[in-house]
């Protein structure tokens, strides 16, 4: 009985806090930058599409909702030919993300994805890339990995050894 | 003049008391979300008011189905039954002097009775779904309201020893020095459980507990049926403060002093709200009892305590006699 009175007690003080509620469309909540809304495939810092079609994403996803093609350009580089994200089915879980080598695929703040038409969930790869690099400024894939393109040669990529000539016995 | 006043005051109760459980449902909802630390319905019109006139436009609108399993005649006599029970309790309240419908000698066990002749239409309305649910609803609300209904007549029995008579008016008359709720504050602890109890709302509200029976007796009831249950139990929340005010509170009688400033009308309103501002506060902060913690509640505090009341009370009342 006293449980019940103090219970009251409490709740009747709750009179004159402030209500915690954030009227939304006017009031736009705070999100933080690691919130997992919208999916965007950003840029490097030279503006070339980061993504290289590993398909690691693909793999990944539960659902299952993204699908692309792999194709090479004529510097040796690799690109995805179409990239197509199906919205209807992505559940933000951010998995993509993470599995992503080169930090093209990121999920990011914005939820507001409302359509009336099922078809207008699917992002083509136009819809998806932005230009900006997103959450990792400085960071440019074929920059620092060993792979050899047009402008680079083995072993010149960033922080990188020179390759072993593996047949010779000389240090 | 004074023959028609109760017909006008009937209407007013008839339309204002529609009209009040209309807006007691929004008021409801604003009050729990100010004990909550949110805002409730707040978008449509000013303070969001307008949320009464949607819910009413959406459940007006809404398809009037009878379930082709359930018992048709009863199953739409049920909702019926428990609005016109509550009106017809409002017909012996007395609002002010002689504000009231009808001042019958026996106002208070007219009160009792229209309130019991509700548990038929929780009854009926789970009987008729031919639903389990439902019917468990109906099992739970037939064992809760008649053993309630027990120790809230018996909480009575105290006011009525101390104002020597049934009628509401006479009640009131007797409260003009001290009001009931000092002396028999036992009767008014019993008469607060049993009548929340009668009316099926949280705490107590077992007959329709949501997480247990989906919606309990009205589980196959939508739109305008719906809406009636809904209404009656909004009915019976005025109703019991209504009674609640005119047992223990002095009805219309003003607090001491400064109770002739304002008109006893407005005494008697504003006490009936802060008695359903408490209601709501009960249903913000007191969680669900288990059926049988309500039982052995019933049986085994409140039939005692109710008991223990009435022979104080006759006692005390005998030897002020004796000593007169």
Same mark, same amino acid.
């Given at each position: 009985m006293l449980s019940e009175l103090r219970t009251m007690w409490e709740v009747l003080k709750h009179t004159f806090t402030k209500a915690e509620t954030v009227q939304y469309p006017e009031e736009m909540p705070y999100l933080a930058? @690691?919130? @997992?809304g919208r999916i965007v495939l950003t840029r490097d810092p030279d503006g070339e599409e980061r993504c290289v079609a590993c398909n690691l994403c693909a793999a990944v996803c539960p659902v299952d909702c993204i699908a692309l093609q792999k194709d090479t350009r004529e510097d040796g580089t690799w690109y995805p030919e179409f990239f197509r994200i199906n919205f209807s089915r992505c559940?933000?879980?951010?998995m993509c993300e993470e599995a992503c080598p080169t930090y093209a695929i990121q999920l990011t703040p914005d939820f507001e994805m409302c359509e009336y038409d099922r078809q207008n969930m699917v992002y083509e790869k136009e819809h998806l890339l932005i230009n900006g690099v997103g959450k990792y400024p400085d960071y440019n894939f074929y920059r620092v990995s060993g792979m050899k393109t047009a402008s680079k040669d083995k072993?010149?990529?960033?922080n990188e050894a020179r390759p072993i000539d593996t047949k010779s016995l000389l240090p | 003049m004074s023959e028609l006043m109760p017909v006008i005051l009937a209407l007013t109760i008839l339309i204002g008391g529609v009209a009040g459980a209309a807006v007691l449902t929004w008021f409801e909802r604003r009050l729990l979300g100010v004990w909550q630390d949110r805002y409730g319905p707040n978008r449509l019109g000013p303070f969001g008011v307008g949320q009464v006139a949607a819910d009413m436009i959406k459940l007006l609108f809404k398809d009037d189905w009878v379930p082709p399993f359930a018992d048709k005649l009863v199953f739409i006599f049920a909702p019926t039954a428990i609005v016109v029970a509550m009106m017809m309790g409002f017909a012996v309240v007395p609002f002010a002097p002689g504000m009231m419908i009808i001042d019958v000698n026996i106002g208070l066990l007219f009160f009792l009775g229209m309130t019991s002749l509700a548990v038929y239409s929780v009854l009926l309305g789970g009987l008729a779904s031919n639903n389990k649910y439902a019917l468990l609803g109906g099992l739970r609300s037939a064992a809760q309201m008649v053993s309630y209904e027990v120790f809230m007549g018996l909480s009575l029995i105290g006011v009525v020893m101390m104002s020597g008579s049934f009628s509401l008016v006479d009640i009131v008359e007797a409260?003009?020095?001290? =009001? &009931?709720? &000092?002396?028999q504050i036992l009767g008014l602890f019993v008469f607060i459980i049993a009548g929340i109890a009668e009316s099926h709302r949280l705490p107590f509200d077992l007959p329709e507990a949501e997480h247990e029976l989906t919606a309990g007796f009205h589980t196959e009831y939508g739109g305008m049926k719906f809406a009636m249950f809904m209404l009656g139990e909004y009915l019976g929340l005025m109703l019991i403060s209504c009674m609640i005010v005119t047992l223990f509170f002095g009805g219309w009688h003003g607090p001491m /002093?400064?109770?002739? =400033? /304002?008109?006893p009308f407005f005494w008697f309103s504003f006490k009936v709200f802060v008695v359903i501002c408490f209601f709501v506060l009960l249903r913000a902060a007191i969680p669900r009892p288990r059926y049988d913690q309500l039982m052995s509640l019933g049986w085994k505090v409140m039939l005692p305590i109710t008991l223990v009341n009435i022979v104080v009370t006759g006692a005390v009342l005998l030897w002020m006699e004796g000593a007169a």
């Amino acid at each position: 009985m006293l449980s019940e009175l103090r219970t009251m007690w409490e709740v009747l003080k709750h009179t004159f806090t402030k209500a915690e509620t954030v009227q939304y469309p006017e009031e736009m909540p705070y999100l933080a930058p @690691r919130y @997992r809304g919208r999916i965007v495939l950003t840029r490097d810092p030279d503006g070339e599409e980061r993504c290289v079609a590993c398909n690691l994403c693909a793999a990944v996803c539960p659902v299952d909702c993204i699908a692309l093609q792999k194709d090479t350009r004529e510097d040796g580089t690799w690109y995805p030919e179409f990239f197509r994200i199906n919205f209807s089915r992505c559940i933000m879980c951010g998995m993509c993300e993470e599995a992503c080598p080169t930090y093209a695929i990121q999920l990011t703040p914005d939820f507001e994805m409302c359509e009336y038409d099922r078809q207008n969930m699917v992002y083509e790869k136009e819809h998806l890339l932005i230009n900006g690099v997103g959450k990792y400024p400085d960071y440019n894939f074929y920059r620092v990995s060993g792979m050899k393109t047009a402008s680079k040669d083995k072993g010149e990529a960033l922080n990188e050894a020179r390759p072993i000539d593996t047949k010779s016995l000389l240090p | 003049m004074s023959e028609l006043m109760p017909v006008i005051l009937a209407l007013t109760i008839l339309i204002g008391g529609v009209a009040g459980a209309a807006v007691l449902t929004w008021f409801e909802r604003r009050l729990l979300g100010v004990w909550q630390d949110r805002y409730g319905p707040n978008r449509l019109g000013p303070f969001g008011v307008g949320q009464v006139a949607a819910d009413m436009i959406k459940l007006l609108f809404k398809d009037d189905w009878v379930p082709p399993f359930a018992d048709k005649l009863v199953f739409i006599f049920a909702p019926t039954a428990i609005v016109v029970a509550m009106m017809m309790g409002f017909a012996v309240v007395p609002f002010a002097p002689g504000m009231m419908i009808i001042d019958v000698n026996i106002g208070l066990l007219f009160f009792l009775g229209m309130t019991s002749l509700a548990v038929y239409s929780v009854l009926l309305g789970g009987l008729a779904s031919n639903n389990k649910y439902a019917l468990l609803g109906g099992l739970r609300s037939a064992a809760q309201m008649v053993s309630y209904e027990v120790f809230m007549g018996l909480s009575l029995i105290g006011v009525v020893m101390m104002s020597g008579s049934f009628s509401l008016v006479d009640i009131v008359e007797a409260q003009t020095d001290v =009001w &009931f709720c &000092f002396s028999q504050i036992l009767g008014l602890f019993v008469f607060i459980i049993a009548g929340i109890a009668e009316s099926h709302r949280l705490p107590f509200d077992l007959p329709e507990a949501e997480h247990e029976l989906t919606a309990g007796f009205h589980t196959e009831y939508g739109g305008m049926k719906f809406a009636m249950f809904m209404l009656g139990e909004y009915l019976g929340l005025m109703l019991i403060s209504c009674m609640i005010v005119t047992l223990f509170f002095g009805g219309w009688h003003g607090p001491m /002093l400064i109770g002739h =400033w /304002l008109p006893p009308f407005f005494w008697f309103s504003f006490k009936v709200f802060v008695v359903i501002c408490f209601f709501v506060l009960l249903r913000a902060a007191i969680p669900r009892p288990r059926y049988d913690q309500l039982m052995s509640l019933g049986w085994k505090v409140m039939l005692p305590i109710t008991l223990v009341n009435i022979v104080v009370t006759g006692a005390v009342l005998l030897w002020m006699e004796g000593a007169a």
